[in-house]
C-alpha cells in the first residue's frame, strides 16, 4: 500500500523547514558580525528590550521555551554581560532578569541585522502585501491551536 503523506502538501512540514531556514540564517548572520547570539538568545533579549525587567517565568511564557532552555538561555546572556539576574525581594525563589547597559549600547545594531539583513533576505521573493497576508495566515494557524489547545485543557461545566 502506498504512504499518503506528501510533505510538500503539509503546512506543519513546511512551516517546520521554513522555521529550520530562518534559524539557520538568522545564526549564521550574527556569527558573521561576530556575535555570539542565536535564536534562542535573541528571543529572551528581544522580550528583555521590549519589557525591561522580565520575571523567568514569564519568559517561559513569552518564549515558548521550556525552563531547561530558558535558563540556559539566560545563563549565555549574563555571560555576555547582556542581561542581568537577580533575586526577586518578595520571593527569593523568582528570578527577575533585566537589561543590561552593554545590551543597550548594542540594541540598535542587534535589532539592525534582525529587521535589515534576516528579514531581508528572508522575504526578498514577497511583496509588501505577501508579506502581510503571511504573517495573518501565521496568526491565524497559531491562534487557532492556541485556541484548540484551551480548550482541551478547561474543565467542561456539568
Same mark, same amino acid.
Not at 534559524?23 to 556575535?35: K, M, P, S, T, Y
Not at 555571560?79 to 526577586?88: D, P, S
Not at 496568526?139 to 491551536?145: E, L
Given at each position: 500500500?502506498?504512504?499518503?503523506?506528501?510533505?510538500?502538501?503539509?503546512?506543519?512540514?513546511?512551516?517546520?523547514? %521554513?522555521?529550520?531556514?530562518?534559524?539557520?540564517?538568522?545564526?549564521?548572520?550574527?556569527?558573521?558580525?561576530?556575535?555570539?547570539?542565536?535564536?534562542?538568545?535573541?528571543?529572551?533579549?528581544?522580550?528583555? &528590550?521590549?519589557?525591561?525587567?522580565?520575571?523567568?517565568?514569564?519568559?517561559?511564557?513569552?518564549?515558548? %521555551?521550556?525552563?531547561?532552555?530558558? %535558563?540556559?538561555?539566560?545563563?549565555?546572556?549574563?555571560?555576555?554581560?547582556?542581561?542581568?539576574?537577580?533575586?526577586?525581594?518578595?520571593?527569593?525563589?523568582?528570578?527577575?532578569?533585566? #537589561?543590561?547597559?552593554?545590551?543597550?549600547?548594542?540594541?540598535?545594531? &542587534?535589532?539592525? #541585522?534582525?529587521?535589515?539583513?534576516?528579514?531581508?533576505?528572508?522575504?526578498?521573493?514577497?511583496?509588501?502585501?505577501?508579506?502581510?497576508?503571511?504573517?495573518?495566515?501565521?496568526?491565524? #494557524?497559531? &491562534?487557532?491551536?492556541?485556541?484548540?489547545?484551551?480548550?482541551?485543557?478547561?474543565?467542561?461545566?456539568?
Amino acid at each position: 500500500m502506498p504512504f499518503l503523506y506528501d510533505k510538500e502538501d503539509s503546512i506543519g512540514f513546511l512551516l517546520h523547514r %521554513t522555521s529550520r531556514s530562518l534559524v539557520q540564517l538568522f545564526n549564521e548572520r550574527f556569527a558573521a558580525h561576530g556575535i555570539d547570539l542565536r535564536t534562542e538568545h535573541w528571543a529572551v533579549l528581544y522580550h528583555v &528590550f521590549e519589557k525591561g525587567d522580565v520575571q523567568q517565568q514569564e519568559l517561559m511564557s513569552l518564549t515558548c %521555551t521550556d525552563k531547561t532552555a530558558l %535558563t540556559r538561555a539566560i545563563d549565555h546572556l549574563v555571560e555576555q554581560g547582556l542581561v542581568q539576574r537577580r533575586e526577586m525581594e518578595s520571593d527569593r525563589r523568582k528570578q527577575m532578569i533585566s #537589561i543590561s547597559p552593554l545590551a543597550l549600547q548594542h540594541k540598535d545594531h &542587534f535589532t539592525g #541585522i534582525v529587521m535589515n539583513e534576516i528579514r531581508t533576505e528572508a522575504c526578498r521573493a514577497l511583496s509588501q502585501e505577501e508579506q502581510m497576508q503571511l504573517k495573518q495566515l501565521l496568526n491565524k #494557524i497559531y &491562534f487557532s491551536i492556541q485556541s484548540a489547545q484551551a480548550q482541551k485543557t478547561t474543565p467542561s461545566n456539568p
